[in-house]
């Protein structure tokens, strides 16, 4: 007796049924298995090592290894990812780069630059950009600098100075007390491919360390600042959340051996504290000195209980003689060539 068994097959002309074994369900079976084997192989090849190739590189940069261990930088990989991400790149800079806007605006207020990318524009130039481009020229020029050159950025808001700074395979230490900021630096950390050029530090810079209390100007995070009528000082109508951040001073975080090019300090009238924590660094003689730009906001200094006149009295005293306002920013440094071919 045949055994029953239900089978496919096609009927011969003499009407006897031949059987025939369908191979579809087992060739896709092996199919699946070759996708995912593939798939794995593919996926350990190129993200692990790449991952960990970066991470090694970064570690073991001379610059990077005298920053203190203490100093903890900011884990843009295992960070939440800030949303909705609007990007472009920068207009009208010598060495393009992309930042990533943390404002939108508001319905009746949008953000200029949401409003140029969606007419197909790129990102308006800012100021600073241009600047910094053109003094890490400047400073490129000095070979008696010897070691590559360094940013320190504080206030680095989204980047708008770091970026300029990395697309001249500068190295950047930024720090940015606004975490929505900081999550926008992390945007264009992969952006620019910069992941190796920046360190990010979600913190503030002050004359002590410790914690601070700043204000957060929603809609205009640019704005915030310690003083919270300063904070408010362009923007009166706008919601202010006070948050409690960590500080820290520049004399604390760089070492004496690590050589600093160019320090650009925009901290909404808190300029003379951050420089005050930088004592040391600024005290450096002139081949070693760093060039320093930084916001002159006489109103914004008014509102931390100080003035411009204090802060240029007290880069008289650690050596910077040489200064001009330059489009609303104060240039210093101790070398007067640099500045005069600005």
Known sequence: MQPLIKARGLRRPDGVLKQQTSLIPCTFLVLVLCFLLVASIFSASVRCPSKDADALQVRTHPVWARLPSNLQEFDCVNSPQAAPVFAHRVEGVKYPFFISIADLGSPDKPNRNFQRMIKGKLFQKPAISETVQKVLEKLKAHTFRGESLLVVDVGANVGMAAFAAAAMDVRVIAFEPVLENVLRVCDGL??????????????????????????????????????????????????????????VTLDSVIPDNLAVSLLKVDVQGWELHVLKGATKLLSRPAARAPYLIYEENERLLQESNSTSQQILSFLHIVGYSFCKNIGGDRHCSKEPDILRSL
């Open 190 to 247: 992969y952006l620019n491919r910069a992941s190796q050029l920046v360190k990010v530090y979600h913190t503030a810079v002050s004359d002590v360390p410790g914690n601070i209390t700043l204000h957060k100007v929603m809609g205009r995070l640019d704005n915030s600042a310690v003083s919270a009528s300063g904070a408010k000082l362009a923007f009166q109508s706008n919601k202010v959340i006070p948050f409690t951040v960590s500080t």
